[in-house]
């Protein structure tokens, strides 16, 4: 798929979109209402971009998630509901325009591929430590549960369908993004992991944050 040379940015507090995700929005901001349209009409893409916490005037974090808009509905109101998928990271460049809305020039962050026994090896820590997390109740709504495992009953067999699941997914970029989104709580933490290139460094953001996700699950349960 091409990706366009610029795109037009939302900024939300607590949101982000990775690659392959897919994310339901409600569309209201009249600015947002703009984009979206002008979107529609070309090539149905815009990011999503977390809002920086150490700015005080609305600023994105340097590196957001591309979109494609898979599904919208007008309300009559002017409103829309959408469903956008996540294509790519890209790095925000220079803006080109800021009102109605922003846009920006945007670079695709796209990750080589590794094949590494430090990947393998920081995979199965991952696995380990989401069961861990599982261990200690279950965060994740029933329907993602069931989605991965094709199984919805409760208790043990359940996190171990969830973990082989996981573990099938074989492409450890892929699996990294889908733990952060689904057992990071802070949206800072998820920030971190979107804006990691390189696979090796990813996962072991990840796994560092998993140990504190476990941590805090473990005195919560005390």
Request: glycine share 4%; hydrophobic share 45%; aromatic share 4%.
């Amino acid at each position: 798929m091409e990706f366009p040379d610029s795109a037009g940015v939302m900024i939300l507090n607590n949101c982000d979109l990775f690659p392959l995700s897919r994310l339901p929005l409600f569309i209201f901001e009249p600015r947002y209402r703009t984009m979206l349209a002008d979107a529609l009409e070309s090539h149905r893409m815009f990011c999503l971009a977390l809002r920086r916490p150490d700015s005080a005037r609305e600023q994105p974090c340097e590196v957001a998630g591309l979109g494609l808009v898979r599904v919208s509905v007008q309300n009559t109101n002017g409103t829309s509901n959408l469903v956008l998928q996540g294509l790519t990271r890209v790095r925000l460049g220079k803006a080109v325009q800021t009102r109605p809305y922003r846009v920006h020039l945007i670079e695709p962050l796209i990750p080589e591929p590794t094949d590494s026994l430090v990947a393998d090896a920081l995979v199965a820590r991952t696995l380990e430590l989401v069961e861990a997390r599982l261990k200690f109740g279950n965060p994740l709504p029933l329907a993602v549960v069931t989605q991965l495992s094709s199984d919805d009953t409760v208790g043990p067999p359940q996190i171990e369908n969830l973990i082989r699941a996981l573990d099938r997914i074989g492409d450890p970029g892929t699996l990294a993004d889908l733990v952060a989104r689904l057992f990071l709580p802070d949206p800072m933490m998820r920030q971190l992991i979107l804006q990691t290139v390189n696979i090796e460094e990813r996962l072991r953001h990840l796994v560092h944050f998993l140990v504190e996700e476990v941590a805090r699950t473990s005195n919560d349960n005390d």
